[in-house]
């Protein structure tokens, strides 16, 4: 009974293994940071990809449609920087993290003005839901973010490359939210501008924290300091980072199912209670909050 128990485990353990292995299809590390560490870098025609990409964007804001959104999503090249400054951490590389980050700076300083200017010159000013949707941050865009996060990175490091990047591109959308800061500024809607922003900051640090971890399960080389109380440094710094930005967006959540669970109540209330043969109701305006 012993070995037939053994030999299940035995099964069990190398089922699990092969099919979870992230070793399997790996690319060389090599090309893997070279590609990595180009697309950090916004330089002539990402510059410009990225300048078309916000317009895009803005527009479907707009205008509040989807498909045009996602369509500036999949052109976007926003990932990059942010991969780089995952994979920097991951590897003690410190010109890679300066350098994804100050391009990051650069792009999100850039998306954040052309938006701006689109939405000042615009002739139509109304806040459209799909704008809407990226003002309140909560604890789903953190498990969004993180996930997405993950598939992306996984994908950069496999030799057969394929379509999970653009998707995650979608899932985590980073476009959106700077034309929303874009609009919150032209508007002179600073909640709209902090709430935002915020979102994208919430976008990229997971991004950065599932690259990092990926990097470090994969057992990418690192290099080494002469000092090391820097690296513990960087993980105390990268740990305070995710409090910061966890911490209000749960709080936020926990908002938003409570306005949830009331408006769920109120139209149950609404249904059985104002259920009369002759009459029906054929307004109605739930207002959550004093």
Known sequence: MQDENDTVQGALRTFFSKRFNLNLGKANEEEVVNSISRNSVFLGGPLWTLIFAI??????????????????????????????????????????????????????IISIVTSTIYFYITPLHEAQSELLARTTPSIWDVFIAFTGGLAGII????????????????????MPPLCTAGY???????????????????NSLFICISTYLIVRFLKFNKKHFEDAGVEKKVSRYILISVLVT??????????????????????????????FTTTQVINRNLRYGK
């Open 155 to 174: 994908a950069a490091t496999r030799k057969d490359k394929s379509n999970v990047v653009p998707g995650v591109a979608i899932a985590t959308a980073l």
């Open 246 to 275: 966890v911490i209000p967006s749960i709080y936020l959540a926990y908002g938003i199912v409570q306005k949830s669970i009331f408006e769920n109540n109120a139209q149950t209330f609404i249904r059985e209670q104002f259920n």
């Open 184 to 202: 919150g500024l032209a508007m002179g809607n600073w909640p709209f501008f902090f709430g935002a922003l915020y979102l994208f900051f919430i």
């Open 55 to 108: 317009i895009i964007a803005s527009v479907g804001l707009n205008v509040n449609s989807t498909a045009v959104i996602i369509g500036a999503m999949l052109i976007s090249p926003l990932m990059g920087p942010i991969m780089g400054i995952g994979l920097g951490i991951g590897t003690n590389d410190f010109e890679l993290v300066k350098r994804g980050g100050r391009n990051l700076l650069i792009a999100t």
